[in-house]
């Protein structure tokens, strides 16, 4: 594993009896290779991917794939229903979710639900790109499960003020142009869930109260995602009980 020790001097002003003391502090923060982090996303998807192939998914389950904010959440826990599957991977993109999807044709499950994309978007891919790649995977899905609920659901808002490392070409702009491509998909065997604005703040950012990160939820987040699936009915079996 290669590391990198940036030192970093932070000047420091310290107010003793109206004198200013000026200082620096040395700190040695470790940093890590683009290789590193590739390699890492690399072995978590591969490790993610056989795991999930080593588990037989019962037929009538409900499935959630995308990302890390799916991979984050215990969707079994949250609805309480065992039959709730998640087949989440931090990091994924379009492509690696495209790649993952043949387990659908053993299982037939009742419904699915899809959140991905918003790693593409910080990659700086083109809306119009994931889109098109969005397509295959809804089409594959419907090949792969043609009796089940496919339920697109739109990528969540950002707060770019609470990034830690600031993505100047990752914004809400573009997220919201993608959302307006990925409902052009809905139709009778897919629904568009524009679960979006229900994590919007009054300025069109992910509402601080959902996330620390201003990208992943936190557990106010994820209740309020089931708050919204109870709202439009999904699930009303688990939900009523």
Not at 45 to 51: A, I, T
Not at 65 to 85: H, K, M, R
Not at 181 to 193: A, P, R
Request: charged fraction near 25%; proline fraction near 3%.
């Amino acid at each position: 594993m290669n590391r990198v020790y940036l030192i970093k001097i932070f000047q420091i002003k310290i107010n003793l009896k109206n004198n200013f003391f000026l200082g620096a502090i040395f700190l040695l923060t470790p940093t890590y290779s683009e290789d590193f982090w590739t390699r890492a996303m690399r072995l978590h998807y591969e490790h993610r991917v056989s795991f999930f192939n080593s588990i037989k998914i019962k037929e009538g389950s409900k499935i959630f794939i995308g990302d890390s904010i799916t991979e984050q959440c215990n969707w079994n826990e949250l609805f309480n229903d065992a039959q709730i599957v998640n087949r989440g991977i931090g990091g994924d993109i379009t492509s690696g979710v495209f790649k993952r999807l043949n387990f659908l044709k053993d299982c037939k499950p009742s419904s699915i639900f899809l959140m991905i994309g918003t790693n593409n978007l910080g990659q700086g891919n083109n809306p119009k790109e994931i889109y098109k790649e969005y397509r295959q995977i809804v089409e594959k899905i419907l090949e792969l499960a043609p009796e089940s609920d496919l339920y697109i659901q739109s990528i969540l808002p950002i707060n770019q003020k609470l990034f830690s490392m600031p993505r100047p070409n990752y914004t809400n702009d573009k997220i919201n142009f993608l959302n307006s491509l990925l409902k052009k998909i809905e139709h009778n065997k897919v629904k568009y869930l524009d679960l979006n604005k229900y994590f919007q703040d009054v300025d069109g950012n992910l509402d601080k109260n959902f996330s620390s990160d201003g990208l992943h939820l936190n557990g106010l987040g994820y209740q309020n995602w089931k708050k919204y699936l109870q709202n439009k009915n999904i699930f009303k079996s688990v939900l009523s009980r």
